[in-house]
């Protein structure tokens, strides 16, 4: 155990490989993914200790919640037509305390372990958990949810290591021409996470054939639930403003095809409508990843 925890400390926390990519995207670059994904760890290592004074937003914010949860008071939902400049409504914008969060574990690292609901005692054991903490019910969540079966047309993945993410991406998305990410970017440091926001002007859809998104789920290491849809979805960048004074450039995705949810998605109940009679979209939080075919600098449209 204490060997594991140490293995863990040696990497840098996996918001300096958020930031970084922040960084490399904003405001709507591009970065390059074509290769292996230990090339993008050794330059991120690189770069942790240059990130390391950006890296000083300080939250109370402790929610493990991954969208796929879905608790309502943390995400909100919306349909394509409040995608309107001007429109004003409460977004939760979770945000990480790098010094708690998971870290994100080379694959030499994380493969060997077990990822599985039936290994969950001994993963518990390895952990130093007790059966009944709230680590343990958030661990056998997120293997319940890594295990579920995708819906129609959808295909999933969780992904345990950036070298995993990253080898599912380009499965789906094609490696030959690379992949562009995109993620939610903080642009002022405050400790509010849940507030109005307002869209202001440009909102740009990033026009993609496909796309992988990938949301962070409570672990004791970093672990990502990457899903793609056959189904159409449509993606924005949006600049919001919060009560506050906060900006952000925000990604939101909307789906348009709702048809095969359950329908006792929480998304339904909030926005009182039945399963394919809409369009469904949500904001993305900061640590999560939007993964598409590298892009034409054509291939985006401002609304
Ligand atoms: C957002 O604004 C509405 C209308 O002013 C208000 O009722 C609501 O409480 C606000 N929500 C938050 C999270 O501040």
């Not at 292996?36 to 890296?55: M, R, V, W, Y």
Request: charged share 20%.
């Amino acid at each position: 155990m204490h060997a594991t925890r140490n293995m863990a400390q040696k990497y840098s926390p996996w918001i300096f490989f958020l930031h970084l990519l922040i960084i490399m995207v904003h405001p709507f670059g591009t970065l390059e993914l074509v290769g292996s994904g230990t090339d993008i760890n050794k330059f991120l290592e690189a770069k942790a200790t240059s990130d390391e004074d950006h890296q000083t937003t300080h939250t109370e914010h402790k929610h493990g919640h991954s969208h796929m949860h879905m608790d309502p008071s943390v995400m909100v939902f919306f349909t394509l037509k409040d995608l309107k400049v001007g429109k004003t409504m409460p977004v939760c914008f979770p945000k990480r305390d790098p010094s708690t969060s998971p870290k994100l574990w080379p694959r030499e690292e994380a493969e060997p372990l077990p990822f599985s609901l039936d290994q969950l005692p001994n993963l518990l054991k390895f952990f130093s958990l007790t059966p009944h903490s709230p680590q343990a019910k958030a661990m056998q969540d997120t293997l319940s949810e890594c295990e579920s079966k995708p819906i129609k047309g959808e295909v999933k993945f969780c992904a345990t290591s950036l070298e995993s993410m990253l080898d599912f991406t380009q499965t789906i998305l094609g490696s030959k021409s690379g992949l562009n990410v995109f993620a939610t970017s903080h642009l002022t440091k405050s400790s509010i996470t849940f507030q109005n926001y307002t869209i202001l002007e440009n909102i740009m859809e990033i026009i993609a054939p496909k796309m992988v998104a990938c949301h962070t789920m409570p672990y004791p290491y970093a672990v990502f639930y990457c899903h793609s849809q056959e189904s159409e979805n449509k993606i924005y960048r949006v600049s919001l403003a919060g009560e506050n004074g906060d900006r952000l450039d925000a990604m939101a995705v909307c789906h348009m095809d709702t048809s095969q949810w359950g329908r006792g998605h929480v998304s339904f109940q909030v926005l009182k409508i039945q399963p394919g009679t809409s369009s469904v979209c949500h904001f993305f939080p900061a640590d999560n990843l939007i993964f598409v075919p590298k892009l034409q600098s054509h291939d985006s449209a401002t609304m």
